[in-house]
């Protein structure tokens, strides 16, 4: 079982709908979580955190958090073609205080329609 | 203004010869990362320093070798290159004395193609 996992996609959804990404983990002793973007041939750019269970919103995006079930998800509201990238999910396994230990996933392609 | 650059961002080069990637951070971050990320796309860590401390390393053949010269730096240095070493190399950094010292920010990746 990998430590993070993901639909790896195409997702597909048409501008202006609502797009949902999912992921799971396996380390249920996990604290920290995050969702990652990345346009082809760029670096992995933070865009949602979120340390406790239920929901966390900021714009358009919102991640919601499970820990009982071990799962994190990240809508994205009225999709528009630029957030077209891989979503990165990430998990915190540090059990380091100077340091974080994230395991990505493997990462899930959103394609938006016009 | 670049918070996390690395340099250099394309690197070409035959099997068997040493290199090293440079990461400067300006963020005043305390601790820095590499990572690889293969043609796969998937992400992994390699190694983490806080403040020129070792604290993360992973399995990673012993050719590999980190150095913190400062919080601020991080390098790569590569010995005896091979084809399996292909891949996109991130450094990335946080600042672990903070709330969201679990947060990492990435740099743009050094490209890395061994023939």
């Known amino acids: 079982q990998k430590e993070v996992e993901q639909n790896s996609g195409p997702l597909s959804v048409p501008e202006g709908a609502i797009a949902s990404l999912n992921c799971t983990y396996s380390?249920?002793?996990?604290?920290?979580f995050f969702w990652y973007r990345q346009y082809s041939g760029k670096s992995p750019e933070l865009i949602m955190s979120?340390?406790?269970?239920g929901d966390k919103e900021d714009g358009r995006f919102t991640a919601q958090l499970n820990k009982a079930s071990q799962y994190v998800s990240l809508l994205i509201r009225d999709s528009q073609p630029s957030d077209s990238a891989t979503y990165l999910c990430?998990?915190?396994?540090?059990?380091?205080?100077?340091?974080?230990?994230?395991?990505f996933g493997s990462g899930t392609r959103l394609s938006i329609r016009p | 203004d670049t918070a996390v650059s690395q340099t250099p961002k394309y690197l070409v080069t035959q099997m068997g010869n040493d290199k090293s990637i440079k990461c400067e951070q300006n963020?005043?971050?305390?601790?820095m990362y590499w990572y690889k990320q293969d043609s796969k796309k998937f992400l992994k860590i390699m190694f983490s320093?806080?403040?020129?401390?070792?604290?993360i390393n992973e399995t990673v053949p012993n050719r590999f070798s980190p150095k913190s010269p400062d919080k601020a730096h991080l390098n790569l240095h590569i010995n005896s290159l091979e084809l399996g070493d292909s891949a996109v190399y991130f450094c990335?950094?946080?600042?672990?004395?903070?709330?969201?010292?679990?947060?990492?920010?990435f740099g743009p990746g050094t490209r890395l193609t061994v023939t």
């Open positions: 320093y806080n403040n020129k401390e070792l604290i």
């Open positions: 380390d249920r002793g996990s604290q920290s």
């Open positions: 963020l005043g971050h305390d601790t």
């Open positions: 990430a998990v915190n396994r540090s059990r380091y205080s100077s340091a974080s230990k994230i395991i």
């Open positions: 979120i340390y406790s269970n």
């Open positions: 990335a950094s946080s600042d672990t004395g903070t709330q969201k010292g679990y947060e990492q920010y």
